[in-house]
Nanobody, 118 residues
Framework: QLQASGGGLVQAGGSLRLSCTVS????????MGWYRQAPGKQRELVAS???????NYAEFVKARFTISRDNAKNTVYLQMNSLEVEDAAVYYC??????????????WGQGTQVTVSS
């Protein structure tokens, strides 16, 4: 399962830090990251980090958001700076893991709301 936290209300230009911890019966984490979904819009990738540290960012968050991982804690963080009104959405954490007997499996978090006021 995934446990995410850190969402909330912030003024435009402010910062928030999301965190997400995965737990369960897997033997490897292939990647962890964040998607977001705003009302009336499709879910979109925000950032991800693969095993080994390779990162992938959406164009709209480059240089503002930073993803990092603590492998010992199976936790991924998303530091969001210079937040814009357009960043308001429900942010979903995911973990792409390997399970014995099942192979690749995706965990999804319940979503955490980020609200940005102008």
């Amino acid at each position: 399962q995934l446990q995410a936290s850190g969402g909330g209300l912030v003024q435009a230009g402010g910062s928030l830090r999301l965190s997400c911890t995965v737990s369960g019966d897997f033997f490897r984490i292939n990647a962890m990251g964040w998607y977001r979904q705003a009302p009336g819009k499709q879910r979109e990738l925000v950032a991800s980090m693969a095993d080994g540290g390779r990162t992938n960012y959406a164009e709209f968050v480059k240089a503002r958001f930073t993803i990092s991982r603590d492998n010992a804690k199976n936790t991924v963080y998303l530091q969001m700076n210079s937040l814009e009104v357009e960043d308001a959405a429900v942010y979903y954490c995911y973990a792409d893991v390997m399970k014995l007997g099942l192979g690749r499996y995706d965990y999804w978090g319940q979503g955490t709301q980020v609200t940005v006021s102008s």
